[in-house]
C-alpha cells in the first residue's frame, strides 16, 4: 500500500484527487482488514478496548496483541501484503469502529473541548546493549531495533494525529466514519477533513500516512474520546 509522507508543509498534498485513489485490490485488501479488525472485537471487547486504550509501550503492546483471536479471524487477513505497523494502524481503526458501533456515540463541540489531551506511551531511544546477555547489540541488531522505534514512533504520530483531526473537525470526522470503506463518499468525507490535517503536524515533523490510515486514526482518537470520562458523564 502506497504512503505518503506528510509534513506540516506538504500535508496539503493530500486534498486533490490522485491523493485519495486506490487499486481495486487495494480496496479489496481494505476491506478485508476491516473485516479481520471487526472479528478480533467482536471476539473479545476487553482486549481490543486495551489496545486501544492508547496507553501500552511498544513492549506491551506486541504481547497484548499476542492475546487477540487471529486464529478465528485469520481468513479475513489471508492476502493482506501491507507493511506490519500500517497493518496494526488498520486494525486498529477497524476494531475501533465495531466498538463504537453502526451508531456512533454523540459527541459535541463542547463536550469534545472539555476532554484532557488522550495519553499516548513514549518513545525511547534505542538500548544499544542487549538485556539478556548484557553484550552491545550488534550492528544489524541495533539497526532492526532503530527501524522498529521508529515505525512506532510514526505510529503513535498517526494516533496523535487521528486525535487533532477529530478535535479540528468533529463534523467531518463523523461523516468520514458514517461512510462505507473504499466507498465514493468516503473519499468525498476525506477530502473534506484533509484541510485540518497542517495544523495537526508540528512544524518539521513528518509523518508517513495514507487515506487508510487518516481514516483509521481518527475512528481509533474517536473511540477514545467517546470513552473518556467527560464524555460519558456528558451523556
Do not use: W
Not at 497493518?87 to 476532554?115: C, F, N, R
Amino acid at each position: 500500500m502506497k504512503f505518503l509522507l506528510a509534513t506540516a508543509a506538504t500535508a496539503l498534498l493530500l486534498t486533490p484527487g490522485p491523493s485519495f485513489a486506490a487499486t481495486s485490490a487495494q480496496n479489496t485488501q481494505r476491506v478485508q482488514i476491516a473485516n479481520f479488525g471487526r472479528c478480533l472485537a467482536e471476539r473479545d471487547r476487553a482486549k481490543a478496548a486495551a489496545l486501544l486504550s492508547g496507553t501500552l509501550d511498544d513492549d506491551a503492546e506486541r504481547a497484548a496483541r499476542v492475546n487477540l483471536d487471529y486464529k478465528v479471524c485469520k481468513e479475513y487477513f489471508s492476502t493482506y501484503q501491507g507493511t506490519l505497523r500500517a497493518s496494526q494502524m488498520l486494525i486498529d481503526g477497524a476494531m475501533a469502529e465495531a466498538l463504537l458501533g453502526k451508531t456512533l456515540p454523540a459527541l459535541d463541540a463542547s463536550a469534545v473541548a472539555a476532554i484532557a489531551p488522550l495519553t499516548y506511551p513514549e518513545i525511547h531511544d534505542v538500548n544499544p546493549i542487549d538485556k539478556k546477555t548484557g553484550k552491545a547489540l550488534s550492528a544489524d541488531a541495533l539497526a532492526k531495533k532503530e527501524e522498529g522505534r521508529v515505525n512506532f514512533a510514526n505510529f503513535v504520530a498517526l494516533r496523535r494525529l487521528g486525535e487533532c483531526v477529530v478535535r479540528t473537525d468533529l463534523a467531518g470526522s463523523v461523516a468520514l466514519l458514517a461512510t462505507a470503506i473504499a466507498s465514493d463518499e468516503e473519499r468525498a468525507a476525506l477530502k473534506a477533513v484533509a484541510p485540518a490535517l497542517p495544523a495537526c503536524i508540528s512544524a518539521g515533523q513528518t509523518i508517513k500516512l495514507d487515506y487508510a490510515s487518516i481514516r483509521a486514526s481518527t475512528a481509533i482518537a474517536y473511540y477514545r474520546l467517546a470513552m473518556a470520562p467527560t464524555a460519558k458523564a456528558a451523556d
